[in-house]
C-alpha cells in the first residue's frame, strides 16, 4: 500500500507540530516533552526540521523510483532523526532495491515502539511486508552451543559466543557455521537453507588433544617379566639348596667311610641332585617368560596419534518463524 505524498508529509509534519508546540509553551514545558512519543525525546527541533526536508526530497525521488538516491536521503534523515516513519519509508525502499536482509530489519524498527509508532495503514503494511521477506525473501539459522568460551561465528563474522544459542536471518543460498575454542578442533561447517526455511542445529566441538593407546594394560606384559624373574629367583633359591645338601652328603661320605668304600646314594644326596635338576628347569623357564616379557613390554609401547573427532554439526530444517516481531537476530545465553 502507498502513502500519498501530502499523507507522507502530513504524518511527520504533525509530530513536530506537537513538538514545536510544546517548546514554545513555557510554563507546561515539561509537562508537554513528557507526552511526547519516545523517539521526539533528546532531539533539537532544527535537527528535525532538516530530518524532515531530507525526507521530503527522499519522498520525491522514491515517487520517482530513483531508489539509490531515495535511500541516501531517508538515511542522512534517519542520522539526524530516528523516527519510525523514516524507517519505515527506507525499508520499503531497501525492498524494492532487492536488499531483503536491511529492508527487513528497518521494518522491525520502525515497530519498535509499537502499534502507536505508525499509523494503522502503515503499521499492517510494515507487518505484510515483514511477513512476505521471511516467506519469500529470507531464510533463518538458529544455532546452538554448549562449550563453554566457544567463539560461533556465521559467514566468517562473530555471532555469539557459547554456551547459548542464536537465530539470525540470512539470504537464502550456502552460508558457513563455524566456531573455535583455544585447545579445540575449529569446526567449519558449510549450511544451505532455502527461502522461506530455517536451519536449526547444535554445534560440538572436540577437544584437540593427543590419544596414547596400547596393546593391552601397561601391567601385564611387566606382569609377565615379574613372572619370569620370579621364577630365575626360585631357581637360583633351589640352586643354592641343592649345593649345599650335595656339600653335606659329600661330608658325611668322607667321615664315614675309608678309600675302600663304594659311593652309595643317600637321601640327602638324590634330594640335592633332584633339587638341582628343578633348579635348572625354573632357570630355563624363567629365562624364556623374561624374554617373553621382554618382547611384550615393548609390543606394548604407547602408540600416540591426534584424535579423530572433529564434532560436528546435527541439523534440522523446518519453515521459519514468520512473525512480524521476529528479530533480525536474537540472543539468548545460559
Not at 98 to 120: I, K
Not at 222 to 238: Q, S
Not at 306 to 334: N, Q, T
Amino acid at each position: 500500500m502507498q502513502r500519498t505524498p501530502t499523507s507522507a508529509r502530513a504524518a511527520i509534519c504533525s509530530w513536530l507540530s506537537i513538538a514545536i508546540v510544546a517548546s514554545r509553551a513555557a510554563p507546561a514545558w515539561a509537562q508537554a516533552e513528557a507526552a511526547l512519543p519516545p523517539w521526539h525525546e533528546g532531539v533539537p527541533e532544527a535537527r528535525k526540521h532538516a530530518a524532515l526536508e531530507l525526507f521530503m526530497q527522499g519522498r520525491d525521488l522514491h515517487r520517482r523510483m530513483v531508489l539509490g538516491d531515495a535511500k541516501k536521503k531517508y538515511e542522512e534523515a534517519l542520522a539526524l532523526w530516528e523516527h519510525p516513519d523514516l524507517r519505515f519509508y527506507l525499508g520499503r525502499v531497501l525492498k524494492m532495491m532487492g536488499m531483503p536482509l536491511l529492508a527487513y530489519e528497518n521494518l522491525r524498527l520502525s515497530l519498535r515502539w509499537g502499534p502507536a509508532s505508525l499509523d494503522p495503514e502503515d503499521h499492517e503494511e510494515a507487518r505484510a511486508l515483514m511477513k512476505e521477506l521471511v516467506e519469500r525473501e529470507l531464510a533463518a539459522v538458529e544455532m546452538r552451543c554448549d562449550e563453554p568460551g566457544a567463539a560461533v561465528l556465521l559467514d566468517g563474522r562473530p555471532w555469539f559466543v557459547g554456551p547459548g544459542s542464536a537465530r539470525r536471518f540470512v539470504t537464502p543460498g550456502e552460508h558457513v557455521i563455524s566456531a573455535r575454542k583455544e585447545g579445540y578442533f575449529p569446526l567449519v561447517e558449510p549450511v544451505v537453507v532455502l527461502a522461506g526455511a530455517q536451519a536449526s542445529g547444535a554445534l560440538t566441538l572436540s577437544a584437540d588433544g593427543l590419544v596414547t593407546v596400547r596393546r593391552w594394560a601397561a601391567w601385564k606384559p611387566w606382569a609377565v617379566v615379574g613372572a619370569g624373574a620370579g621364577l630365575g629367583l626360585a631357581g637360583a633359591v633351589l640352586r643354592w639348596q641343592a649345593d649345599e645338601h650335595l656339600d653335606v652328603a659329600e661330608q658325611r661320605f668322607e667321615e664315614t667311610c675309608t678309600s675302600s668304600c663304594v659311593p652309595t646314594t643317600t637321601d640327602t644326596t638324590s634330594r640335592g641332585l633332584t633339587e638341582s635338576r628343578v633348579a635348572t628347569g625354573l632357570f630355563i623357564a624363567g629365562g624364556a617368560t623374561l624374554a617373553a616379557g621382554a618382547v611384550l613390554v615393548f609390543l606394548n609401547m604407547p602408540r600416540t596419534y591426534r584424535s579423530e573427532d572433529r564434532g560436528g554439526v546435527e541439523l534440522r530444517i523446518v519453515p521459519a518463524a514468520s512473525g512480524a516481531i521476529a528479530g533480525l537476530s536474537a540472543r539468548l545465553s545460559f
